[in-house]
């Protein structure tokens, strides 16, 4: 067979060559502008993690992609870490067996990054006290924390909370018991409110991408100093008192909390506390209400409220405000509402203060959105279903 190139003429060959790189161009202009369209369709934080179809090789790059008060969770991994996969549904509340969920939360020193070897339910007999330096990850898995006792966080820092069903959960007699606690301690603890996930006296947490509903009592609660934390991306629905920010108004050590409250799903059918807040500071952004009874937004005590891009969309025939704002004599209100888009004769109130910015360090910024984008970047909040062979 004779050589094509001794035979083929130049300017064929030059315009074969032409029509190669052209169409390789186009291809890849085509790739990079589908890149581009899927990560408009995603808020900031799922952008960086979301579009990689490799996440669960890459799973530790979830720590570097949060945002707001919680900053940047790195610390969450790197080296030290140690693997841990939940393989038993079952709960032992003062002896922890290993496969169980509590074993790794309690049990194993150092930084843990916990996941799931298969869909499960597991029902918590006793609040489960979570570890600092743990990363609970349900990616991959439908794990549900429901029918029991949910999550407390005492005392301790570098928590995350990511793509876990909350639903159900019970309080549980006043009586005090045994529990593991951080360390593998043994500690008692008395009977637990019903909260899916409680926060006292813990600083850099971040809850994210969690279904919670129908809860006892609250379905998050940041309390007791608690601070910097981030709430992300969380479906909130078919609830009362959603979310509480402050333990109660005489716990004046509140007044150091800071908690960014961002891309979360409120609805249908919630209430009230999305969220209420007593004397810190909420930076409640590119959120989504479908809808109230009592109120979406309140607080006591002379909390800092930003309320920044997010779409309220008023029910029919109910409260159209917002806001509420327990009366208190002497108080002046430091709230304020920037770029929200209010639906179905909606209102925020009056937002004559000036300032009320975050101070976000470059760890925590992030850029908040028009509100014209918040159904589209909330459209996946919750848990994710993902497969390992896709993206999520």
């Not at 067979?1 to 085509?30: G, K």
Request: charged share 20%; proline share 4%.
């Amino acid at each position: 067979m004779e050589n094509m190139a001794t035979n083929t003429p130049p300017i064929l060959i030059l315009t074969l060559f032409v029509l190669l790189c052209t169409t390789s161009f186009s291809v890849s202009l085509a790739a990079a502008g589908m890149l581009q369209r899927q990560g408009s369709s995603m808020n900031s934080i799922d952008r960086c993690w979301r579009r990689d179809t490799r996440w669960a090789a890459n799973r530790q790059q979830l720590a570097s992609c949060s945002v707001g008060f919680a900053g940047k969770m790195i610390n969450n991994g790197g080296r030290g870490l140690r693997w841990y996969v939940v393989t038993d549904a079952g709960d032992s509340p003062a002896s922890p067996q290993p496969g169980t969920l509590r074993y790794g939360a309690t049990m194993i020193a150092g930084k843990v990054w916990i996941t799931f070897a298969r869909d499960m339910q597991i029902k918590l007999e006793r609040p489960l006290l979570v570890s600092s330096f743990t990363t609970i990850d349900g990616r991959g898995a439908v794990v549900q924390i429901a029918g029991g006792c949910g999550f407390v966080l005492d005392k301790v820092h570098d928590v995350i909370i990511h793509g876990l069903h909350f639903h159900h959960n019970r309080a549980t007699p006043a009586a005090v018991g045994p529990v593991a606690a951080p360390g593998g301690k043994t500690k008692d603890l008395w009977g637990a409110d019903g909260d899916a996930i409680r926060l006292i006296s813990s600083s850099k947490i971040w809850i994210d991408h969690n279904t919670l509903f129908t809860g006892e009592d609250g379905l998050i609660d940041v309390t007791r100093g608690s601070t910097d934390i981030t709430i992300s991306n969380n479906w909130f629905r078919d609830h009362d008192k959603v979310m509480l920010l402050g333990h109660d108004d005489g716990f004046s050590e509140d007044r150091r909390m800071r908690v960014t409250v961002a891309f979360n799903r409120f609805g249908p059918n919630c209430n009230q506390r999305m969220p209420r807040i007593r004397h810190g500071y909420a930076h409640v952004a590119n959120n989504l209400y479908e809808g109230w009874k009592i109120y979406a937004i309140g607080g006591s005590m002379n909390p800092k409220v930003k309320s920044e891009g997010n779409l309220f969309i008023a029910p029919p025939n109910q409260n159209k405000a917002v806001t509420w704002r327990e009366a208190a004599g002497g108080e002046q209100w430091r709230w304020k509402s920037v770029n929200d888009v209010f639906e179905n004769g909606a209102f925020f109130g009056k937002t004559e203060i000036k300032g009320l910015n975050p101070g976000y360090d470059l760890w925590q910024r992030f850029t908040v959105g028009k509100a014209s984008s918040v159904r589209l970047w909330t459209k996946f909040a919750g848990a994710l279903r993902c497969s390992s062979r896709t993206r999520c």
